[in-house]
């Protein structure tokens, strides 16, 4: 069964105990706690490589190199080889990308329009910093922090790259005209 499908099989509401004790980001603090093992945690969505969880009554985002605890295959961290080229690494940066989703939206941030871009440097140390800017879909949205975490994991699967910045803005202000038409037609939008 492929990644895709292995998520897939769950479903919202589905109620899982967990098989160990699990780090999870917090959402929408996004910090790491600590799930213990044989809590029954609550599925709420499960899209890309991550699962949103209820828990206590707080949501939750399990990354896919721990789906272990929820039943499932651990996910393999995503990474690069190390003489990937610049071009295998942006595009290795904006596929990590794609599998981050707003906790709430089944549609991931680069689709939803939330990207503005992604600077990648290399210092003369040779380090490379990778620089997101993005926005969020009101300036309430208290799901930054979640979305900024869960990104900067996946990005640093890769050896190439030594920090991610993720620099939130509001300039210009999201509006559903910067959503694919893919993620328009996913969310009923047309």
Known sequence: MSDIEQIATLHKGQELPLQRDVAAISI???????????S??????????????????????????NLDALGLEALPRPTLPEDASEEEI??????????CFD????????????????RIERLISGE??????????????????????DARNKILGAPQISKVHTEIVFDPPWSREMMSDEAKLELGMF
């Open 103 to 118: 906790p709430e939206i089944p549609v991931n941030i680069v689709d939803l329009g939330l990207v503005y871009g992604c």
């Open 128 to 149: 490379r910093i990778v620089t997101i800017r993005m926005t969020l879909t009101a300036p309430g949205c208290g799901m930054g922090d979640v979305i900024a975490a």
């Open 28 to 38: 929408p603090f996004g910090k790491t706690v600590t799930l213990p093992e044989d």
């Open 40 to 65: 029954i945690v609550s599925v709420m969505q499960a899209k890309g490589s991550t699962v949103s969880v209820g828990y206590e009554g707080r949501l939750f985002l399990v990354e896919g190199a």
């Open 90 to 99: 942006e595009q290795f940066v904006w596929d990590q990308l794609r599998t």
